[in-house]
């Protein structure tokens, strides 16, 4: 049983990952003013609520976008576990290759982890992984496992944002599923052009990028704000809400446990 840690701009996932079956996941706000104590006791409440003694956790990974924080959360795991995690960087055992890309080790960890998922979910096939969380990144793994690049764009939550308060007579809104796409009240109006908005841009870069590969992909998507837009769009997407952790538990797997 590992710990696995994905500290995002504005949440961070705590899980506990006994194998591709057994995983507990919960949230934490991304917070750049807490300690290292403050997130050890955020990872010992959920361990905690969960019912997991740290005695059976043996060890951690974790994978960072917010390098400022990344210090602070290994301290943090420290504190819990009396070890440091294993941090998600280009240069680990990995089954993608990444000698496309021009920087490799500038490729965030997250994305890492879930191309490696892909990588060994979908063998042989051309994958598109759809992340949705503060921003949208739309990556691309070619049938040889090699990561040739891909798109990032504003993420649902950061565009609503910006329509809510950059103007003064639109209200913050909700998500559920627009009835249709042509609306006739205000709020409506935001939540069509949001939601099939950004079902329609995912659409049209798959589109894109399977035209310029010159071969259909296999599309996944992850994230937290993934299962507001997937059923919106009209190319067949995989929605794996577990993809990240699956990537972490593969390459702690692959890193640590078979030293």
């Given at each position: 049983m590992?710990?696995?840690?994905?500290?995002?701009?504005?949440?961070?996932?705590?899980?506990v990952l006994e194998d591709e079956e057994h995983m507990i996941e919960e949230r934490v706000s991304t917070a750049y003013n807490k300690t290292s104590m403050e997130y050890a006791m955020d990872i010992t409440a959920i361990l905690e609520f969960h019912g997991i003694d740290k005695k059976h956790i043996d060890g951690a990974i974790l994978s960072s976008v917010v390098p400022p924080l990344t210090g602070t959360l290994r301290t943090a795991v420290r504190k819990v576990l009396g070890?440091?995690?294993?941090?998600?960087?280009s240069n680990l055992h990995m089954h993608i290759g990444l000698s496309s890309m021009k920087y490799p080790e500038k490729v965030g960890a997250d994305l890492l982890a879930g191309l490696e998922a892909a990588s060994l979910a979908y063998p042989g096939e051309p994958v598109i992984v759809v992340t949705m969380g503060t921003a949208t990144t739309m990556t691309v793994?070619?049938?040889?496992r090699e990561y040739i690049?891909?798109?990032?764009?504003?993420?649902?939550?950061?565009s609503l944002n910006s329509l809510s308060v950059g103007t003064a007579q639109l209200p913050a809104i909700s998500l559920e599923k627009p009835g249709r796409v042509i609306a006739n009240e205000t709020a409506e109006c935001m939540r069509s052009g949001i939601l099939y908005g950004n079902a329609a841009q995912i659409d049209g870069l798959i589109?894109?990028?399977?035209?310029?590969?010159?071969?259909?992909?296999?599309?996944?998507?992850?994230g937290g704000l993934a299962r507001f837009v997937v059923p919106l769009c009209r190319h067949k997407i995989v929605l794996d809400k577990w993809l990240l952790m699956k990537g972490l538990l593969a390459l702690y797997r692959q890193n640590v446990q078979e030293e």
């Open positions: 590992i710990l696995a840690i994905d500290m995002g701009n504005s949440n961070i996932k705590i899980g070890k440091a995690p294993l941090l998600v960087r793994l070619t049938k040889e690049g891909g798109v990032i764009l504003p993420g649902l939550q950061v589109s894109r990028m399977e035209e310029e590969l010159g071969m259909p992909c296999r599309v996944v998507a992850t």
